[in-house]
């Protein structure tokens, strides 16, 4: 099921990359990822709130608030980073760029959280750097 998922995800990352490259036409980048986030806050505590999730909270640690509070301010900053980029360039080659993201997770899970590096994943991780590097060319 995680594999449907992240399907999902990717689809709707790239429908997200169209739109933005639309929106961000003759818009300061970083009101447009501010209208962008206000969207996805309020879209986000509906789901949560209409699911009955929100008592979650209480059982947080302080490991899960530090951590989350640390991705949240990631989060921000790469799409800071990334609705700018898109003002700039094109969408063709942003988005590879952006993407890189996999390769640098991977690399990131082997040093920081212990997950072991196969052939298998140090093949696929070189093939995105090698793909990012050929759709960035000009």
């Known amino acids: 099921m995680w594999f449907v998922y992240a399907l999902l995800s990717a689809l709707f990352a790239a429908l997200t990359a169209i739109f933005a490259k639309l929106g961000v036409a003759n818009v300061n980048s970083n009101l447009a990822t501010g209208i962008r986030t206000v969207v996805i806050l309020i879209m ?45 360039g094109n969408v063709s080659q ?6 890189l993201s996999v390769a640098l997770t991977i690399i990131m899970a082997v040093i920081f959280l212990g997950e072991p590096l196969t052939l298998k ?11 990012t590097v050929v759709l960035a060319w000009k």
Not at 123 to 129: F, M, P
């Open 94 to 99: 942003v988005a590879p760029v952006d993407k």
């Open 44 to 88: 986000v505590w509906f789901i949560v709130m209409a699911r009955g999730e929100a008592k979650g909270i209480s059982t947080l640690s302080k490991q899960n608030i530090i951590f989350l509070i640390i991705s949240g301010i990631a989060t921000g900053l790469s799409w800071l980073f990334y609705f700018k980029a898109l003002q700039l």
């Open 121 to 131: 994943t140090f093949a696929g991780a070189s093939l995105i750097i090698l793909g």
